[in-house]
């Protein structure tokens, strides 16, 4: 596996060693002891999440305000538009975001510290996103920041309205957000 540096302190990029041939492909998608020395980050995975989703669905930003997740997030089926902001008020990088494209294909992963909201938009037909977290999910202290806060400014490749869900229609702007110190 191979780690590349973001430009958000702590958000990583994790390309996989995949061995193929005629009959398909292999790969290890997380080694603890790899993970521990490579990232100085010794998780203890409590819950994988997996969500299916069609075109145009956007999901997030989303982040827990207590019980702080750190995910280790990946597609296996599609592909999608990954993004993360860091909303820890006394980092250098407060507020600024980063995007990758995560899909099927190019198999990367990325490692999504305590303290980031996150979120991703379909790119494909559909895609299957799954994700690895340090917390369980606990509703009451889940928070949304709205997707298109300008503010963040985050360049989501859309061609129309994205389709969300209830709870990210009602997102609140990171100037309203609760946050981490």
């Known amino acids: 596996m191979k780690l590349v540096e973001t430009g958000l302190p702590g958000v990583l990029i994790i390309e996989p060693k995949v061995f193929g041939d005629e009959r398909g492909f292999f790969y290890e998608s997380y080694n603890r002891r790899w993970f521990a020395d490579k990232t100085g980050v010794d998780a203890d995975f409590v819950q994988d999440n997996h969500s299916r989703s069609a075109r145009n669905v956007l999901r997030g930003l989303h982040y827990q305000i207590q019980h702080a997740q750190g995910k280790l997030v990946r597609v296996s089926v599609g592909e999608v538009f990954d993004v993360v902001v860091d ?29 980031f909201a996150h979120g991703f938009l379909v790119l494909s037909d559909f895609a299957e996103f799954l994700y690895k977290t340090t917390d369980y999910w606990f509703p009451d202290f889940e928070r949304t920041i709205v997707w298109n806060d300008p ?5 989501w490749p859309l061609a129309n309205e994205p389709q969300l869900s209830a709870k990210d229609k009602l997102g609140t702007r990171l100037k309203d957000a609760e946050f981490f110190d």
Request: aromatic letters at 8%; zero cysteines; charged letters at 20%.
């Open 87 to 115: 909303i820890r008020k006394s980092s250098p990088t407060f507020g600024r975001h980063a995007a990758f494209t995560l899909s099927a294909d190019n198999k990367r992963m990325v490692w999504v510290p305590p303290g």
């Open 151 to 155: 503010d963040l400014g985050i360049p």
